[in-house]
Protein backbone atom coordinates (compact mmCIF):
# COMPACT_ATOMS: atom_id res chain seq x y z
CA UNK A 1 0.00 0.00 0.00
CA UNK A 2 1.46 3.31 -0.81
CA UNK A 3 -0.46 5.44 0.62
CA UNK A 4 -2.42 6.72 -2.19
CA UNK A 5 -6.55 7.78 -2.38
CA UNK A 6 -8.71 9.49 -5.08
CA UNK A 7 -11.61 11.17 -4.79
CA UNK A 8 -14.17 10.94 -5.57
CA UNK A 9 -14.54 7.09 -6.62
CA UNK A 10 -17.60 7.22 -8.78
CA UNK A 11 -18.85 10.15 -10.52
CA UNK A 12 -21.15 11.02 -12.78
CA UNK A 13 -21.32 14.35 -14.38
CA UNK A 14 -23.34 16.03 -17.59
CA UNK A 15 -21.27 17.17 -21.03
CA UNK A 16 -20.16 20.41 -20.35
CA UNK A 17 -19.42 20.80 -16.27
CA UNK A 18 -15.90 21.13 -15.34
CA UNK A 19 -14.87 17.85 -13.00
CA UNK A 20 -11.68 18.50 -10.90
CA UNK A 21 -10.50 14.57 -9.15
CA UNK A 22 -8.15 14.48 -6.56
CA UNK A 23 -4.89 12.55 -6.05
CA UNK A 24 -4.00 12.13 -2.60
CA UNK A 25 -0.56 10.45 -1.22
CA UNK A 26 1.10 10.56 2.31
CA UNK A 27 4.81 9.33 1.90
CA UNK A 28 5.96 12.47 0.35
CA UNK A 29 6.55 11.17 -2.74
CA UNK A 30 8.08 13.60 -5.92
CA UNK A 31 6.85 11.89 -9.11
CA UNK A 32 2.61 11.48 -9.48
CA UNK A 33 1.16 10.83 -12.49
CA UNK A 34 -2.84 10.56 -13.88
CA UNK A 35 -3.90 7.47 -16.48
CA UNK A 36 -7.29 6.59 -17.95
CA UNK A 37 -7.84 3.19 -19.10
CA UNK A 38 -10.28 2.32 -21.51
CA UNK A 39 -11.40 -1.02 -23.01
CA UNK A 40 -8.84 -2.50 -26.15
CA UNK A 41 -6.19 1.01 -24.59
CA UNK A 42 -4.76 -0.45 -21.69
CA UNK A 43 -3.89 2.79 -19.47
CA UNK A 44 -2.92 5.61 -21.04
CA UNK A 45 -0.61 8.60 -19.65
CA UNK A 46 -2.87 11.85 -19.48
CA UNK A 47 -0.07 14.28 -17.03
CA UNK A 48 2.53 14.03 -14.76
CA UNK A 49 3.90 15.67 -11.81
CA UNK A 50 8.00 15.92 -10.78
CA UNK A 51 7.44 18.26 -7.92
CA UNK A 52 5.11 21.27 -6.52
CA UNK A 53 4.00 22.72 -9.57
CA UNK A 54 6.14 21.23 -12.23
CA UNK A 55 3.92 19.39 -14.69
CA UNK A 56 4.08 18.19 -17.72
CA UNK A 57 2.02 16.69 -20.47
CA UNK A 58 1.52 12.74 -21.62
CA UNK A 59 0.08 10.99 -24.68
CA UNK A 60 -2.95 11.84 -23.94
CA UNK A 61 -3.33 15.45 -22.18
CA UNK A 62 -6.27 17.49 -24.93
CA UNK A 63 -8.94 18.32 -22.78
CA UNK A 64 -7.40 18.32 -19.33
CA UNK A 65 -5.36 20.16 -16.88
CA UNK A 66 -3.31 19.43 -13.71
CA UNK A 67 -2.06 21.17 -11.08
CA UNK A 68 -0.15 20.39 -8.07
CA UNK A 69 0.21 23.14 -4.94
CA UNK A 70 1.28 20.76 -3.06
CA UNK A 71 3.42 17.80 -2.74
CA UNK A 72 0.80 15.21 -1.28
CA UNK A 73 -2.41 16.74 -3.66
CA UNK A 74 -2.18 16.35 -7.67
CA UNK A 75 -5.43 17.75 -8.80
CA UNK A 76 -6.93 16.83 -12.57
CA UNK A 77 -9.12 19.10 -13.96
CA UNK A 78 -11.80 17.98 -17.22
CA UNK A 79 -12.73 21.91 -17.97
CA UNK A 80 -15.65 21.08 -20.00
CA UNK A 81 -16.25 17.45 -19.69
CA UNK A 82 -17.15 15.50 -22.67
CA UNK A 83 -18.76 11.76 -23.22
CA UNK A 84 -15.12 11.13 -24.82
CA UNK A 85 -14.08 11.49 -21.26
CA UNK A 86 -16.27 8.48 -19.38
CA UNK A 87 -12.94 6.55 -18.45
CA UNK A 88 -11.43 5.04 -15.19
CA UNK A 89 -9.07 7.59 -14.14
CA UNK A 90 -5.78 6.37 -12.26
CA UNK A 91 -3.40 8.12 -9.98
CA UNK A 92 0.43 7.15 -9.06
CA UNK A 93 3.36 7.56 -7.99
CA UNK A 94 7.18 6.76 -7.96
CA UNK A 95 8.56 6.21 -5.06
CA UNK A 96 11.40 8.72 -4.41
CA UNK A 97 14.00 5.79 -3.23
CA UNK A 98 14.38 2.50 -5.48
CA UNK A 99 14.08 2.92 -8.93
CA UNK A 100 11.54 3.17 -11.36
CA UNK A 101 8.30 1.18 -9.93
CA UNK A 102 4.77 2.90 -10.33
CA UNK A 103 2.13 2.21 -7.32
CA UNK A 104 -1.50 2.91 -8.52
CA UNK A 105 -4.29 4.14 -6.33
CA UNK A 106 -7.67 2.73 -6.57
CA UNK A 107 -9.02 4.73 -9.21
CA UNK A 108 -12.00 6.83 -10.20
CA UNK A 109 -14.91 5.59 -12.39
CA UNK A 110 -16.15 9.10 -14.40
CA UNK A 111 -18.95 8.83 -16.25
CA UNK A 112 -20.48 11.68 -18.69
CA UNK A 113 -23.73 11.84 -19.94
CA UNK B 1 9.42 5.88 -29.18
CA UNK B 2 8.16 2.94 -26.78
CA UNK B 3 5.35 0.07 -27.26
CA UNK B 4 4.25 -2.72 -25.48
CA UNK B 5 2.40 -5.26 -27.55
CA UNK B 6 -0.05 -8.10 -26.08
CA UNK B 7 -1.30 -10.40 -28.78
CA UNK B 8 -3.82 -12.22 -26.81
CA UNK B 9 -6.76 -10.09 -25.22
CA UNK B 10 -7.75 -13.37 -23.65
CA UNK B 11 -6.39 -16.47 -22.43
CA UNK B 12 -8.62 -19.19 -20.86
CA UNK B 13 -7.58 -22.25 -19.36
CA UNK B 14 -8.55 -24.41 -16.58
CA UNK B 15 -7.52 -24.64 -13.05
CA UNK B 16 -4.00 -26.07 -12.50
CA UNK B 17 -3.07 -25.87 -15.84
CA UNK B 18 0.03 -23.59 -17.00
CA UNK B 19 -0.34 -20.31 -18.59
CA UNK B 20 1.94 -17.77 -20.79
CA UNK B 21 1.19 -14.41 -21.29
CA UNK B 22 2.62 -12.89 -23.81
CA UNK B 23 4.60 -9.22 -24.04
CA UNK B 24 6.66 -7.99 -26.49
CA UNK B 25 8.23 -4.41 -26.55
CA UNK B 26 10.05 -2.16 -29.16
CA UNK B 27 12.70 0.67 -27.76
CA UNK B 28 15.24 2.33 -28.83
CA UNK B 29 17.58 2.12 -26.00
CA UNK B 30 17.59 -0.05 -22.69
CA UNK B 31 14.38 -0.54 -20.84
CA UNK B 32 12.50 -1.51 -17.48
CA UNK B 33 9.67 -3.95 -17.57
CA UNK B 34 7.03 -4.76 -15.53
CA UNK B 35 3.61 -6.91 -15.15
CA UNK B 36 0.48 -5.28 -13.47
CA UNK B 37 -2.45 -7.53 -12.39
CA UNK B 38 -5.74 -5.77 -11.88
CA UNK B 39 -8.38 -7.68 -10.08
CA UNK B 40 -12.22 -6.69 -11.12
CA UNK B 41 -13.35 -3.37 -9.78
CA UNK B 42 -9.62 -2.87 -7.98
CA UNK B 43 -6.46 -0.82 -9.26
CA UNK B 44 -2.98 -1.87 -10.63
CA UNK B 45 -1.11 -3.98 -8.29
CA UNK B 46 2.37 -4.75 -9.45
CA UNK B 47 3.39 -8.55 -10.13
CA UNK B 48 7.10 -8.18 -11.09
CA UNK B 49 9.43 -6.20 -12.43
CA UNK B 50 12.63 -6.66 -14.77
CA UNK B 51 15.09 -3.49 -13.89
CA UNK B 52 18.72 -5.54 -14.47
CA UNK B 53 20.63 -8.89 -13.86
CA UNK B 54 18.96 -12.04 -13.83
CA UNK B 55 16.79 -12.34 -16.65
CA UNK B 56 14.48 -14.45 -14.96
CA UNK B 57 12.46 -12.67 -12.23
CA UNK B 58 9.78 -14.25 -9.84
CA UNK B 59 7.04 -11.98 -8.76
CA UNK B 60 4.00 -12.63 -6.63
CA UNK B 61 1.44 -15.59 -6.83
CA UNK B 62 4.13 -17.69 -8.19
CA UNK B 63 4.47 -15.62 -11.39
CA UNK B 64 7.34 -15.04 -12.74
CA UNK B 65 9.11 -13.33 -16.33
CA UNK B 66 11.88 -13.93 -18.28
CA UNK B 67 13.21 -10.78 -20.65
CA UNK B 68 14.67 -11.56 -23.47
CA UNK B 69 16.65 -9.04 -25.26
CA UNK B 70 17.12 -10.36 -28.52
CA UNK B 71 13.38 -11.46 -29.02
CA UNK B 72 12.65 -8.17 -27.01
CA UNK B 73 10.19 -10.17 -25.20
CA UNK B 74 9.02 -10.45 -21.27
CA UNK B 75 6.53 -13.26 -20.95
CA UNK B 76 4.67 -14.30 -17.83
CA UNK B 77 4.04 -17.68 -17.05
CA UNK B 78 2.56 -19.68 -13.82
CA UNK B 79 2.96 -23.06 -13.63
CA UNK B 80 -0.65 -24.04 -12.19
CA UNK B 81 -3.39 -21.51 -11.82
CA UNK B 82 -6.08 -20.81 -9.82
CA UNK B 83 -9.08 -19.58 -9.92
CA UNK B 84 -8.16 -16.81 -7.42
CA UNK B 85 -6.15 -15.60 -10.56
CA UNK B 86 -8.49 -14.61 -12.64
CA UNK B 87 -7.53 -11.10 -13.19
CA UNK B 88 -6.57 -8.75 -16.76
CA UNK B 89 -2.84 -8.79 -16.82
CA UNK B 90 -1.04 -5.72 -18.14
CA UNK B 91 2.43 -5.40 -19.57
CA UNK B 92 4.70 -2.10 -19.61
CA UNK B 93 7.91 -0.73 -20.31
CA UNK B 94 9.68 2.68 -19.18
CA UNK B 95 12.70 4.13 -20.33
CA UNK B 96 15.82 3.16 -18.52
CA UNK B 97 17.01 6.42 -16.93
CA UNK B 98 14.88 8.41 -18.12
CA UNK B 99 13.93 11.35 -15.95
CA UNK B 100 10.63 10.98 -15.96
CA UNK B 101 9.95 7.43 -15.98
CA UNK B 102 6.86 7.09 -17.63
CA UNK B 103 5.27 3.65 -18.42
CA UNK B 104 3.61 2.56 -21.80
CA UNK B 105 1.45 -0.22 -21.42
CA UNK B 106 0.23 -2.67 -23.54
CA UNK B 107 -3.56 -2.77 -23.95
CA UNK B 108 -3.88 -6.04 -21.62
CA UNK B 109 -4.72 -9.82 -21.37
CA UNK B 110 -7.91 -11.39 -19.30
CA UNK B 111 -6.79 -14.29 -17.67
CA UNK B 112 -10.04 -16.53 -17.44
CA UNK B 113 -9.37 -19.76 -15.20
CA UNK B 114 -12.08 -22.15 -15.48
CA UNK B 115 -12.84 -24.86 -13.29
Known amino acids: DAGITQSPRHKVTETGTPVTLRCHQT?????MYWYRQDPGHGLRLIHYSYGVKDTDKGEVSDGYSVSRSKTEDFLLTLESATSSQTSVYFCAIKETSGVDTQYFGPGTRLTVL | AQSVTQLDSQVPVFEEAPVELRCNYS??????LFWYVQYPNQGLQLLLK??????LVKGINGFEAEFNKSQTSFHLRKPSVHISDTAEYFC?????????????FGTGTLLAVQP
Open chain 2, 50 to 55: YLSGST
Open chain 2, 27 to 32: SSVSVY
Open chain 2, 92 to 104: AVSENGGATNKLI
Open chain 1, 27 to 31: ENHRY
